[in-house]
């Protein structure tokens, strides 16, 4: 790693220290302006609310005091599945993502659930296997976006 790499993450983790960085509960009429403007951009607002919204659990990373970023937790007897996981796009590859997922593990845990699951977009599969999720065999295409389905199992 260079000296400018090494002196680059050095202030990029000084100035993530300055920030106010928490995760909370929020309602999910909450996450849908987040899930639209990522997920969705094109289509209706409609589109990125689920049926059961009120009936799942659903977080929000917020950063000096915005959201930035939101995901939604739906058990259902032993197995959790999370759902429209976005981060604003200006904060993608800043770890706040991984912050909010890894809270989110660590809530499964709690509850002790025995398998996690997602429907992952293809191109970001990779992203969930650094948190022990693994494809299945199972895929589809929504939107013309192809996804996998992805688990953990505890």
Known sequence: MSI????LSIDYIELMELMDIRIKEITAKETYPLRHEVMWPNKPLEYVILK?????KHWGLI????????ISF???EEEAQFRKF???ESAQGKGLGTR??????EEVKKQ????????ARIDK?????????????QTYTKGGIEYVIMERRF
């Open 112 to 119: 002790h659930i025995s398998r996690l699951w997602c429907n």
């Open 100 to 105: 909010l997922l890894k809270y989110v593990i």
């Open 63 to 70: 950063v000096d005091q915005k959201l930035t970023s939101v």
């Open 4 to 7: 400018l790499a090494i002196q």
């Open 125 to 137: 599969a990779s992203f969930y296997e650094k948190f022990g999720l693994t494809k299945t065999e």
């Open 86 to 88: 976005a981060t604003k």
């Open 74 to 76: 739906f058990i259902h």
């Open 52 to 56: 059961d919204d009120e009936e799942g």
